[in-house]
């Protein structure tokens, strides 16, 4: 081999060397970065905590969690959620958002999944402490813990929250048991209960009605100054702990995965005014109720037993108890506070969607003004069934807001509908029917009880 060519395969292997000496520890880097998951750790709250005492808190968890995540947290995090908030018109909780739809918002931003959230929770003895890490775009929980910290100083305090990421374990799991106190960390413990604020808007899967957290509270049913027999005598009621209503009337797009799912059969037959009188017409149902109609539109031409078919499904659907809301809460909810004509307004075309001004059509949920409760179309739009039977008078309804029984042959229907004139979307007026006549303008929305 001459020398030239020598020394040029000298040069050659010599170069490359150097060339992939410094490639290799990258590699091996990236890969060791790969390893672990990105988790976005949603900012914790605790409620009386100063911020010192909630930046350690937050370190603690933090330190547990990097021994198996690449965690995202502080500002950037912050700044997404609230990005997101603004985007989806979220109210600003939690530095951010904590419904799913902003949620997954945020995870395109950030590039993951996957969100954790803790809970620390004062108790007499101590503390108990919680750690959930959902998938936002399932919206499933994958890995949970949950320890119990009972006369903690504040060391053993962040002691125990950094234990808590090293005590996950899958959310659908039962951990082995083993002897020795790490494995008695992970043992779960019965949390209280959510406490749900007055306002508070949420929703138990990503594609359930927004549902906003109704107060406690007393009003007077009917009008006194009313004309209509079956307004009167006016009563005082009191709904003695917070409930939830929906923040819209259930849409078409809503009752249309309803009704996928289920496979429920509402027939080819509505209802519609003609000439004063109600009569059948054409094969119209409530995916063509005779008028122009899209997926965010209330839902027309159901029943109440079409109604009532939903929120079981629904209710076993979310292992929540949804229901219609009773009469009483139905027109406690719409007054929200105040003695106005309408429902959240003296003038209706503020808030309703009506004869008057309706085009003879519903129109898109939600685009009117809400109450002062956070509800949108308590007037108007649709007219909605509730639970009770209907009494010809406000004698005997029970005064703490439950469902007034009867034979049923009756239902209530409240708020009026876009067919309805100016004085019948009154929040005192109250309609009657069948439970089995689909009608072009009936529809409902829902309430669900809270624990």
């Given at each position: 081999?001459?020398?030239?060519?020598?020394?040029?395969?000298?040069?050659?292997?010599?170069?490359?060397?150097?060339?992939?000496?410094?490639?290799?520890?990258?590699?091996?880097?990236?890969?060791?970065?790969?390893?672990?998951?990105?988790?976005?750790?949603?900012?914790?709250?605790?409620?009386?905590?100063?911020?010192?005492?909630?930046?350690?808190?937050?370190?603690?968890?933090?330190?547990?969690?990097?021994?198996?995540?690449?965690?995202l947290h502080g500002k950037e995090v912050i700044q997404s959620l609230r990005n997101a908030?603004?985007?989806?018109g979220q109210n600003t909780r939690n530095q951010g958002c904590d419904d799913i739809a902003?949620?997954?918002?945020?995870?395109?931003?950030?590039?993951?999944?996957?969100?954790?959230?803790?809970?620390?929770?004062?108790?007499?003895?101590?503390?108990?402490?919680?750690?959930?890490?959902?998938?936002?775009?399932?919206?499933?929980?994958?890995?949970?813990?949950?320890?119990?910290?009972?006369?903690?100083?504040?060391?053993?305090?962040?002691?125990?929250?950094?234990?808590?990421?090293?005590?996950?374990?899958?959310?659908?799991?039962?951990?082995?048991?083993?002897?020795?106190?790490?494995?008695?960390?992970a043992t779960p413990i019965k949390l209280p209960p959510r406490i749900f604020q007055p306002?508070?808007?949420?929703?138990?899967?990503?594609?359930?009605?927004?549902?906003?957290?109704?107060?406690?509270?007393?009003?007077?049913?009917?009008?006194?100054?009313?004309?209509?027999?079956?307004?009167?005598?006016?009563?005082?009621?009191?709904?003695?702990?917070?409930?939830?209503?929906?923040?819209?009337?259930?849409?078409?797009?809503?009752?249309?995965?309803?009704?996928?799912?289920?496979?429920?059969?509402?027939?080819?037959?509505?209802?519609?005014?003609?000439?004063?009188?109600?009569?059948?017409?054409?094969?119209?149902?409530?995916?063509?109720?005779?008028?122009?109609?899209?997926?965010?539109?209330?839902?027309?031409?159901?029943?109440?037993?079409?109604?009532?078919?939903?929120?079981?499904?629904?209710?076993?659907?979310?292992?929540?108890?949804?229901?219609?809301?009773?009469?009483?809460?139905?027109?406690?909810?719409?007054?929200?506070?105040?003695?106005?004509?309408?429902?959240?307004?003296?003038?209706?075309?503020?808030?309703?969607?009506?004869?008057?001004?309706?085009?003879?059509?519903?129109?898109?949920?939600?685009?009117?003004?809400?109450?002062?409760?956070?509800?949108?179309?308590?007037?108007?739009?649709?007219?909605?069934?509730?639970?009770?039977?209907?009494?010809?008078?406000?004698?005997?309804?029970?005064?703490?807001?439950?469902?007034?029984?009867?034979?049923?042959?009756?239902?209530?229907?409240?708020?009026?509908?876009?067919?309805?004139?100016?004085?019948?979307?009154?929040?005192?007026?109250?309609?009657?029917?069948?439970?089995?006549?689909?009608?072009?303008?009936?529809?409902?929305?829902?309430?669900?009880?809270?624990?």
């Amino acid at each position: 081999m001459s020398k030239p060519i020598l020394r040029y395969l000298i040069t050659l292997t010599v170069t490359t060397f150097c060339l992939a000496g410094p490639v290799l520890p990258a590699q091996a880097a990236e890969k060791s970065l790969s390893d672990k998951a990105r988790l976005v750790l949603i900012p914790l709250h605790t409620g009386a905590d100063s911020k010192p005492m909630l930046a350690q808190m937050e370190a603690a968890l933090i330190r547990g969690l990097q021994q198996r995540y690449e965690v995202l947290h502080g500002k950037e995090v912050i700044q997404s959620l609230r990005n997101a908030s603004r985007k989806t018109g979220q109210n600003t909780r939690n530095q951010g958002c904590d419904d799913i739809a902003c949620l997954k918002l945020a995870a395109g931003d950030l590039r993951t999944e996957l969100f954790a959230s803790a809970l620390v929770i004062r108790t007499e003895d101590g503390y108990l402490l919680s750690l959930n890490i959902k998938n936002v775009m399932t919206d499933q929980s994958v890995m949970e813990a949950s320890l119990s910290c009972n006369a903690c100083d504040r060391s053993q305090l962040m002691d125990k929250l950094k234990g808590l990421g090293s005590a996950l374990v899958p959310a659908a799991a039962t951990p082995t048991v083993k002897p020795g106190p790490v494995a008695a960390a992970a043992t779960p413990i019965k949390l209280p209960p959510r406490i749900f604020q007055p306002g508070e808007v949420f929703k138990d899967c990503a594609d359930c009605p927004d549902m906003i957290v109704i107060p406690a509270g007393s009003f007077d049913i009917g009008s006194a100054d009313s004309n209509v027999q079956d307004e009167k005598p006016g009563r005082r009621i009191t709904i003695d702990r917070p409930f939830a209503m929906g923040k819209i009337e259930i849409t078409r797009g809503q009752f249309a995965a309803f009704v996928s799912a289920t496979g429920h059969n509402t027939d080819d037959q509505c209802l519609k005014l003609d000439d004063g009188k109600w009569e059948t017409f054409g094969d119209n149902d409530w995916r063509n109720p005779g008028y122009p109609q899209d997926d965010s539109h209330p839902v027309a031409c159901v029943d109440w037993f079409d109604a009532q078919a939903y929120v079981k499904w629904l209710s076993k659907r979310t292992g929540k108890h949804y229901r219609l809301p009773t009469e009483s809460q139905w027109e406690y909810a719409c007054r929200a506070g105040e003695q106005n004509e309408y429902c959240g307004s003296d003038n209706p075309d503020s808030v309703a969607w009506y004869g008057q001004n309706s085009d003879r059509s519903t129109h898109p949920a939600g685009t009117k003004l809400a109450n002062q409760f956070g509800l949108f179309d308590m007037n108007g739009n649709v007219v909605e069934w509730v639970q009770d039977s209907y009494h010809d008078q406000y004698n005997g309804i029970p005064d703490n807001g439950s469902a007034w029984a009867g034979n049923g042959s009756k239902r209530v229907l409240r708020g009026g509908s876009w067919i309805y004139s100016r004085n019948r979307v009154r929040a005192a007026f109250r309609s009657v029917s069948a439970p089995g006549y689909r009608y072009v303008d009936s529809g409902f929305r829902v309430e669900r009880q809270l624990p």
